[in-house]
Structure formats: structure tokens, C-alpha cells
């Protein structure tokens, strides 16, 4: 039932999001809440404009306390980066600057493989109105943008956490894409259905609904083709056995 | 210059994001917000408890009034799906439903071939604090789950409705995973690294570092690895004819 993997996610498996001169205690509140929802806690403050603790923040954090508790402070850009194998630094604009530019999906990726290597990675997010200065950027060795709409790009601090977050976490998600919901049934066996189909098949010759012997084959494999279109669970198979059944009874009822 | 693809990507060919039973503006403020961010813009709205319009949800929406603008409003589910042909529903938790669940990647991959077969898509968000009930998910053809942190999940509706957008604009993102920032310049071709060579090379022969005959051929082959390494721009490549150029000059001074 462990997932031994998982825990050891939390030490240097998990990269640090480091929030520099962050202006308003909601957004560093909204950003934690936004990392624990996709399993980072890891949280560093470069010099909050309002000081730490912020109550404001605990607020906005929605119960991500545990991160906000754990968060560490630091003066400047260089101390929270100096023990870091990796910086990635996000940025809405063009810079001047020539550096490597990823997408958070790219960046994620990379994030995977560093830590993998045993590197410690720090995720730089700038203040709010400016975001991050060249001097800034230049403690990083990879940039990330979110490629998003070039005529409306209003994301604010906390959602831009969240996408990097989140591709972090889907970039190691062995979660299948698709799955059903219903975790009492499971998809019905080849057998199941075939049982089903054989039912069916009785029912419909008993009723007179197959008596047209010509295109019988054709009207049966129809019939199949539909039910199987439908990739039934093996409860909605009994469901439908009991149909029949229910069907048959009125029929012979009539008779 | 155009882009008439993404022109056409603002009719049917974009999801229409649908609000169940909205309780707060600003969280309808926000999910607008997100939207416009990732290229969306319709939104409809199921009997929102406030009213509408809702100065609160405009105050939150940060610029993003064109989607409030532009937003209908519906007193059932059934009446703001009626002209659909696919729904998704958002859902966070396990539900007694036998129904299909994707992620957001995978159906946002659904959507956009669905739209691409001319299919007008919705996709469904419950209310804040219950999420949909099951008479509104049966609605949909395809539930939708953002597989995050188990131990804990609380996302907001905006924020669910940011990553639904987002996943759905990489899906049709044609931009490059990685690139260069500094767009004044390009990486520099074979040939403009080969004239630094030639130029560093007959630098260090004046000055007299290759002076060794028998060393002479591995010193400038290493020389080359490191350079070739740096993956150099054009103007990176001005510059160190600069920075050569200069520094042979100090040596003729000396001398």
C-alpha cells in the first residue's frame, strides 16, 4: 500500500519555489496553497515587502499552513540560490539578456532530471508588478515563460506558481490519463460479454425478433458491435442480463 | 505576419467554459481572468446565487471584461448544455457514476479534435463548495479530474478553471519547448565560428602560447570543444573578435 517513492519526493526530490520581493501576503499565501495542492512545500522568501510572519498570507493559504511555517527568509536573491545546483528563473518578458528559454512543460522535465541527478533546484518567481530584474535573472542558468495568450497576459504570482507546479507534478504522474470512476466494478470480461451476447441472442429468437433467417448473421453481429461500442462494466452487464430477463418474462406474460 | 489560424480559434473551435451555480464574483471574476489568459473568452453561467452582473466578479476580473460581457446566463444545466455536442464535467471526487474520467491534458486533447470535427464543446464547474451533483454530471459525457496531491486537494474553481485553459492552449501551442530570449541576435553559424577560430588561433601564435610544435594541434582542438560548447550567438561571437582583438593589442603594447 506504501508509496516509498513518494516520500523520498519531499527531500531534494521536490524543487524549492523561491518568491523574490513578493508585495501582497495574499499572494504568498495563495502560491503555498497553490504548491501543496501538486506536492511541493519547499518554500523560500526573498526580503517580503511586509515582513515575516504575515498574517495575510496564513489567510490566503487555506489550510497550507504547514509550508508557510517552514518557509525560509533570506536578504537577497544570491543567499537564497547560494546552496542550489539549478536555478530556473520565470519571466514574462524578453529580456536582453541571452539565456535559454523553456516552457513550464520543458522546464518540468528538466526539473525531473536534475533532481534525479541529486541537484538542488530552486524555482525563482519575481515581485508582482516588475517580476524578476536582469540582476535577478542572471543567477539562473534557465529561463521559463509561459507561452500563453500574447494579447491578454495578466497572470498574477500564485497562478503563475500553480501551472509550474502543476506541470511539475504531471511530469511525474503515473496516474493513467483515462480511468472509469466507479471503483466497485471494473470492465466486463470477453467472457462476460459473451455470456451477455448468447442471453440476448435466445431472448431475441425466443420473441420471433431473429426469425428472418437470411439476415439473422447480419442483425446479430450489429446487435454485438453496438454492446461492445459501449465498453460495458461488468455491473452494467448484469444490469442488462437482468433486462433481458425482465423483457423475456413480459413477453411469454403476454403470450 | 498573420495568424489566421488562431483567428478561427475564437468560434466553435474554443470550449465554452460553464459555470455551475457560481456562489462568489469573485471567483467568476477570476476564472474570466484565467480564460482570456489561455485564449478563451466564452463563459456561461447556471443561476449564479449573486445575480449578474456582479460588480464583484468585474472588480476580479482584472481587465478580462470581455468575457463578463459577452457571458450568458442559463437556469439549468440542461439549457446551457442544449447546444452542445460534447460535455465535460469537472469533478474532484470519486463518484458512484460509472462514467469515463480523463485528465486535463488528455481532454484537452479531446476537445480540440472534437471542435475540430465542428463539435460545439462545454465544459462544466460546480459550485465552490460541493462541486457538481450527480444530476448535473449526467449531463456530460466525460468527467474530468486534475489527479494532484491526495493528502491535499483545494484548488479553487479558478484555479481549476485555469489549469483546464491552460492544458487546453499547449495542446495547441505550436511554439518551441525551448528558444533564445535575445531576439536582436541568432546563433552563430558554422562559418562565423570558424573565423573566431581562425582569428583566436592566429592570436595565441603571435603571442607565443602555441609555441610548443608537438602540443600545438590538441591545445587547439580543446580550445575549439570549449568555444563550440557555449553554443555562441552572432554577437557573442562580435564581441570575442573584440575581446581577442583587444587583448592582442595589449601584447604588442608590452612588447
New interface residues.
Given amino acids: 500500500m506504501g508509496r516509498p517513492a513518494k516520500g523520498r519526493a519531499t527531500t531534494n526530490a521536490a524543487p524549492t519555489i523561491i518568491l523574490v520581493r513578493p508585495q501582497l501576503g495574499e499572494n504568498i499565501g495563495m502560491a503555498a496553497?497553490?504548491m501543496?495542492?501538486?506536492?511541493l512545500s519547499s518554500l523560500r522568501l526573498v526580503a517580503p515587502r511586509d515582513g515575516w510572519p504575515n498574517p495575510k498570507a496564513e489567510r490566503a493559504a487555506?489550510?497550507?499552513d504547514v509550508v508557510l511555517d517552514k518557509a525560509k527568509v533570506f536578504d537577497t536573491v544570491e543567499a537564497a540560490v547560494a546552496d542550489m545546483g539549478r536555478v530556473v528563473a520565470t519571466?514574462a518578458r524578453?529580456?536582453?539578456?541571452?539565456?535559454?528559454?523553456?516552457?513550464p512543460?520543458?522546464a518540468a522535465a528538466e526539473i525531473r532530471s536534475w533532481t534525479a541527478e541529486g541537484d538542488k533546484v530552486g524555482v525563482l518567481f519575481g515581485p508582482e508588478r516588475t517580476g524578476l530584474t536582469n540582476d535577478d535573472m542572471v543567477q539562473a542558468d534557465t529561463?521559463l515563460s509561459i507561452?500563453?495568450?500574447p494579447q491578454?497576459?495578466?497572470?498574477?504570482i500564485a497562478?503563475a506558481v500553480?501551472?509550474v507546479a502543476?506541470e511539475w507534478?504531471?511530469a511525474g504522474?503515473e496516474?493513467p490519463?483515462?480511468?472509469?470512476?466507479?471503483?466497485s466494478?471494473r470492465p466486463a470480461t470477453k467472457d462476460e460479454l459473451q455470456n451477455l451476447f448468447d442471453h440476448l441472442e435466445r431472448a431475441l429468437d425466443q420473441s420471433g425478433f431473429l426469425r428472418h433467417k437470411a439476415m439473422r448473421p447480419a442483425m446479430v453481429n450489429n446487435l454485438r458491435a453496438l454492446l461492445q461500442r459501449t465498453a460495458m462494466?461488468e455491473?452494467?452487464v448484469r444490469s442488462f442480463h437482468g433486462v433481458i430477463k425482465f423483457l423475456s418474462k413480459r413477453k411469454h406474460d403476454e403470450e
Avoid at 529580456?95 to 516552457?103: A, Y
Wanted: charged residues 20%.
Fill in positions: 496553497r497553490a501543496l495542492n501538486c506536492g487555506s489550510g497550507a519571466t524578453n529580456r536582453e539578456l541571452s539565456q535559454r528559454i523553456v516552457t512543460r520543458r529561463a507561452p500563453l495568450n491578454f497576459s495578466s497572470l498574477n497562478q500553480l501551472l502543476y507534478a504531471m504522474e496516474a490519463a483515462e480511468r472509469m470512476s466507479d471503483h466494478t462494466t455491473q452494467e
